[in-house]
């Protein structure tokens, strides 16, 4: 069993930053790489930003390019997701998810990749 709790979600006027976190237990967290989605109402989820196993390489939607930072703290088991610039169409509900494998050269965009998901924290940006 792997838990997946993602927190930092919340009510941003535009232009402001947002630091979304994620911890996972119940796996040996520096072993997997670790991805952040995000589903609109009605649509599926779609990949933010992933990061390797060991910090490295970092992938990013276009979307978000240039304005967000993915990172991670093995030894605390988390992963975070920054947001800069935040925009109106950056409102949807956030989720982290664990690689399905260990020791992946490069994360996924993939969201058939991730075995593992929390249950999604809500970001909504005012205008």
């Known amino acids: 069993q792997v838990d997946v709790v993602e927190s930092g979600g919340g009510l941003v006027q535009a232009g402001g930053s947002l630091t979304l976190s994620c911890a996972a237990y119940?796996?040996?967290?520096?072993?997997?790489?670790m991805g952040w989605f995000r589903r609109y109402p009605g649509k599926e989820r779609e990949f933010v930003a992933a990061i390797g196993w060991h910090g490295a390489p970092t992938y990013y939607a276009d979307s978000v390019e240039g304005r967000s930072t993915i990172s991670r703290d093995n030894p605390n088991s988390t992963v975070y997701l920054q947001i800069n610039n935040l925009r109106p169409e950056d409102t949807a509900v956030y989720y982290c998810?664990?690689?399905?494998?260990?020791?992946?050269?490069?994360?996924?965009?993939?969201?058939?990749?991730?075995?593992?998901w929390g249950q999604g924290t809500q970001v909504t940006v005012s205008s």
């Open positions: 119940g796996r040996t967290f520096g072993n997997y790489a």
């Open positions: 998810a664990v690689d399905h494998s260990a020791f992946r050269p490069a994360p996924d965009r993939d969201a058939r990749e991730y075995s593992y």
